[in-house]
Each structure stands twice: as structure tokens, then as C-alpha cells.
Antibody, heavy 119, light 110 residues
Framework: EVQLVESGGGLVKPGGSLRLSCAASGFTFSSYSMNWVRQAPGQGLEWVSSIGSSSSYIYYADSVKGRFTVSRDDAKNSLFLQMNSLRDEDTAVYYC????????????WGRGTLVTVSS | QSALTQPASVSGSPGQSITISCTGASSDVADYYYVSWYQRHPGKAPKLIIFDVRNRPSGVSNRFSGSKSGNTASLTISGLQAEDEADYYCSSYTTSSTLVFGGGTRLTVL
């Protein structure tokens, strides 16, 4: 069974940093792109970042480019999102999701981890 | 990266059919057959129900169907059931190798 479990969310002040993790199991992690999608309170889904298998490509939404860094550790079946210079508008539930190469859709999602940016 | 346009809400009675539209641009929906749809019940993770415009993942009811014409994609749910009440999101691959979502549509089963 495919499982994706996010962790690392919490309360952080504007300008602060946070590192999210996503632990994957039940599939060959290295063969898939992995992705971050977020949902701010009362808002829709927003794609954040994608990283290809073997980190062959990395893409970011304009809203996070230069502040967020996605990475993966295929040996540990883990995905990460380093978030720096956090802003109020980054407050959201962050989901990790599995995709193909390229990531045209996401077939499995985690339950999400809440990031709150507030002073 | 402008969001795709979806109606904020739709409603229907049990047994009826409803259609949710998803309008994009030449850089996304119009240019690719890579539109997907997700169902999200409150407090749960999104679930993929349609990919590549009209394909259903294994286990998804055939009451869900997708189509596309030009820059507008559509999700049709036939034989509405109470369990279909949820938020629905469309998504499209883009010419920038990124993805864009719609704003979401709240489906109410009357």
C-alpha cells in the first residue's frame, strides 16, 4: 500500500525557516517524481514544487522561487522542502504527492502538515 | 501561473448528473491533454479521479467522466450520490513544465 506521511509543520514567525519531510513507503520511491502542493485556509490547491526521479529536474511555483528548496533522499525514501524567508501567505497545509515523470498528475497524496506563519 | 477557472459551487439531486467546467489558457488546458481532476472530502487528502482528460484510475467509479474542448475541460458526475458531496479541483500541466490548479468547486448533493 502506498503511503505518504508528511511531518515538520508548525508555527513560525515571518522571516523564519522550516523544513518539511515526507516519508514514503509501498512503492519504488526512486522511480517517481515527488511533489509539494499546499492549501491555504479557505483557498484552493496550489502546486508548490516538483522534483523528478534522480532529481533529474526541479521546478518551483513563482510564489516560492528563491525561498523554498526541494530535495529527496532516495536511499531513505524521503522528500524534503526547506522553506526560508517565510511569509504570512505561506500559511497552509502542505501535502506531498506522488507523480510520474514529468508530473502531469498526482496519484497518491499524504494527509498534509500544517504550517502557520504568524508573529 | 494563473489559476484555472472553476465555478465556486454546483449542486444536484441524487440520481441527477452535474458538470463542472475548468477554463484555462493556451499555455495549459488548450495545449495539453494533461488535465486531471481531484476529489477532496473535508479533512481528507485529495483523491485523483480523472487523469489525461478522460482516464479513470483503477477503482474510480465510471460515474465520473472527463472531457475537453479547446481551453475548457469538464468533469461530469452521473447518478449523483450523497457520497459525491465534496470539493473538486482540476489541474493542468503547463508549457513551463509546471502544474496549475483550479480554484475548486464545492459540490452539494441536495
Amino acid at each position: 500500500e502506498v503511503q505518504l506521511v508528511e511531518s515538520g509543520g508548525g508555527l513560525v514567525k515571518p522571516g523564519g525557516s522550516l523544513r518539511l519531510s515526507c516519508a514514503a513507503s509501498g512503492f519504488t520511491f526512486s522511480s517517481y517524481s515527488m511533489n509539494w502542493v499546499r492549501q491555504a485556509p479557505g483557498q484552493g490547491l496550489e502546486w508548490v514544487s516538483s522534483i523528478g526521479s534522480s532529481s533529474s529536474y526541479i521546478y518551483y511555483a513563482d510564489s516560492v522561487k528563491g525561498r523554498f528548496t526541494v530535495s529527496r533522499d532516495d536511499a531513505k525514501n524521503s522528500l524534503f522542502l526547506q522553506m526560508n524567508s517565510l511569509r504570512d501567505e505561506d500559511t497552509a497545509v502542505y501535502y506531498c504527492a506522488r507523480g510520474g515523470n514529468p508530473p502531469r498528475h498526482f496519484d497518491y497524496w499524504g494527509r498534509g502538515t500544517l504550517v502557520t506563519v504568524s508573529s | 501561473q494563473s489559476a484555472l477557472t472553476q465555478p465556486a459551487s454546483v449542486s444536484g439531486s441524487p440520481g441527477q448528473s452535474i458538470t463542472i467546467s475548468c477554463t484555462g489558457a493556451s499555455s495549459d488546458v488548450a495545449d495539453y491533454y494533461y488535465v486531471s481532476w481531484y476529489q477532496r472530502h473535508p479533512g481528507k487528502a485529495p483523491k485523483l479521479i480523472i487523469f489525461d482528460v478522460r482516464n479513470r484510475p483503477s477503482g474510480v467509479s465510471n460515474r465520473f467522466s472527463g472531457s475537453k474542448s479547446g481551453n475548457t475541460a469538464s468533469l461530469t458526475i452521473s447518478g449523483l450520490q450523497a457520497e459525491d458531496e465534496a470539493d473538486y479541483y482540476c489541474s493542468s500541466y503547463t508549457t513551463s513544465s509546471t502544474l496549475v490548479f483550479g480554484g475548486g468547486t464545492r459540490l452539494t448533493v441536495l
